[in-house]
């Protein structure tokens, strides 16, 4: 795809789960003041709609979800704020229902296709929304390698899978500490969910090129932070 020449300034910021995409993101988008575009959130929307919808992971197919993409409402605001049909769901998709079939959702080609046309037609909108072209924070697993190939700057965010289940843990869990139970099952699920995103068959999980590779195992949030922010030069 050839970029839309309104998206003059465009940040994308690519990752395996857990690795800390959603935060960094939020927080580079607003320290340049541009709209935070979390691509993820467009896919869970999806996966509640099919929770919904009473679908499992052995009924999930092409078309199985169809008719839910085809009276599919979805607005999407900066921060992964969600409105399905005009009820914002943000929310609930972070439930367990969601998490546990967001993976399946997200691998299906026309749900792809779908989302992937409606996340250029939020950043195009955002970047024209003023005359001095906002720019827009993209965050995803494909971000940079396929919704927008041409972006200006393309990261692609890493981590040891045990420090991405730490960093998932942390969030699930509050204060509290993880059992060494907890984390073997964290990285089990993190690293099904990272063959899933790997060979999928359409805009599969991979280092966009010529992005800059942050390994984020020892930096923390605001290091990382600061290094994509002083690499950006509108």
Known sequence: MAQDDGLL???????PAGVGKSSVARRVAERLGWFHLDTGAT???VTLLAVRAGLAAERLDEAAVAPLLDRLDLRVESGGHVWLDGIEVTKELRSPEVTGLVSPVSALPNVRRKLVELQRQVAAGQSALETRRRGVVVEGRDAGSYIFPQARWRFYLDASLAERARRRLRQELASREPTPEQLTAVMERLATRDRI?????????KVPEG????????????????????????
């Open 211 to 234: 992005a800059i590779v942050l390994d984020t195992t020892h930096l923390g949030l605001e290091q990382v932070v600061a290094a994509i922010t002083s690499a950006v030069r509108p």
């Open 43 to 45: 896919y869970r929307a």
């Open 197 to 205: 995103d790997r060979e999928r068959a359409v805009a599969p999980l």
């Open 9 to 15: 300034h465009l940040v994308t910021i690519d990752g």
